[in-house]
């Protein structure tokens, strides 16, 4: 039943190629997020390009959207200075920005603001090249008692702000003619990227009020993108996020919604522990208190220094304690190695399979979550 909807979803798309017939054409390449985007540029976008003066009409006119799955992890969009003039917008990071949106929602309702890392610490696994087989699973599938229709709608609401923050910078480069070459000086970037933002903002400013969470919802995402790259030591994933930062304040100082100042300074406590180094005794504290997925980065810490001895007591515990599918991996190789003892026989082996079945493990333990929710 799940293939044949998700392949009607593919035909549909295909036979539609969305075109909204006055300023901007959304084009599908069979990416997963055509139809949302189409809608976001249909109803929320070419509307307000209608009321902007003429001369930023024309600017806008005929751009064309295509949502790609092969721009790779690096970019959230491009804005293409060409013939028509062209806007790229990544699927994975939409992909990525819905799972941190369920992320959001579950670890509210949890009362468990850790739940998000817990998530993203299995999604970016899940999606490593370097992984085979491992299921991605959305917080709305691991929680699907939680996902009510209202959960689901507000799901939508805030993936759709999200979406439009992203296609509206994206727009302003249009707008402001700010383009330049990869190879432009910090300087020069630095100069296009404010006018494209500037753009945004007072469009957002006059026509999308409430838009609130949107930007920060990306800017929530790259956070914990960086900071799994930077526990696994990994350069597959680019670290983003000093690029984004500077958003923050645009975003918290000025809103009066209880909502956005809360995400601003959790984002903003987060992000300077992750640059000071007082995230370790965070994950201490954690691990004190007994929370067994915070074993898992402090393994991977005491693992960057070589102390494997405490490495391996760390990852076994986030193995058996905090269900991380992913520790399984390094326990393996600790009782190949004879730092987890006694060693039986079958210990690699069973470290494998669990790594192959890791989709089926949670990251925390879930039934307990459930019963103190009831
Ligand atoms: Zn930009």
Not at 213 to 219: A, D, F, N, V
Request: glycine residues 6%.
């Amino acid at each position: 039943m799940r293939f044949v909807l998700s392949l009607a979803v593919v035909v549909a798309s295909f036979a539609f190629t969305i075109v909204s017939a006055n300023a901007l054409e959304v084009r599908s390449t069979g990416a997963q997020y055509t139809q949302l985007v189409s809608q976001i540029v249909a109803e929320e976008i070419t509307p307000v390009i209608k009321q902007l003066p003429a001369k930023q009409q024309e600017r806008l006119k005929n751009i064309q959207i295509n949502v790609v799955s092969d721009l790779g992890t690096n970019a959230m969009a491009l804005a293409i200075d060409d013939t028509p003039p062209k806007i790229l917008v990544n699927d994975h990071f939409i992909q990525g920005l819905s799972n941190y949106v369920e992320a959001y929602l579950v670890a509210d309702l949890l009362k468990r603001p850790e739940y998000i890392e817990e998530h993203f610490s299995h999604y970016f696994w899940a999606l490593h090249p370097h992984t085979n087989g491992v299921a991605l699973v959305s917080p709305f599938q691991q929680y699907p008692e939680l996902a009510n229709n209202l959960l689901v709608e507000r799901k939508q609401q805030l993936l759709g702000g999200a979406v439009l923050d992203v296609l509206l910078h994206e727009l302003g480069h249009h707008a402001e003619g700010a383009f330049y070459h990869f190879r432009a000086s910090m300087y020069v970037r630095r100069q296009h990227e404010n006018s494209a933002e500037a753009w945004s903002d007072k469009v957002k400013a006059d026509f999308f009020p409430d838009s609130g969470l949107g930007q920060l919802i990306s800017i929530g995402f790259i956070f914990e993108q960086t900071r799994w790259a930077k526990l696994a030591r990994d350069t597959y994933y680019p670290r983003m996020l000093s690029a984004v930062t500077e958003f923050i304040p645009n975003n918290c100082e000025n809103s009066d919604s209880s909502e956005v100042l809360m995400f601003c300074e959790k984002l903003s406590k987060n992000i300077e522990q992750l640059y000071s180094g007082q995230m370790i005794s965070g994950y201490e504290f954690r691990h004190k208190q007994g929370d067994h997925f915070a074993s898992f980065p402090l393994g991977q810490v005491e693992w960057a220094k070589s102390n494997f001895v405490d490495a391996c007591y760390y990852f076994n515990e986030s193995l058996v304690y905090g269900q991380v599918a992913r520790a399984a991996i390094f326990v393996g190789w600790c009782y190949q190695k004879g730092y987890l003892e006694p060693s039986p026989p079958d210990a690699e082996v069973l470290a494998l399979l669990n790594e192959k079945h890791g989709g089926s493990y949670g990251f925390s333990p879930r039934q307990q979550e459930l019963t103190f929710l009831q």
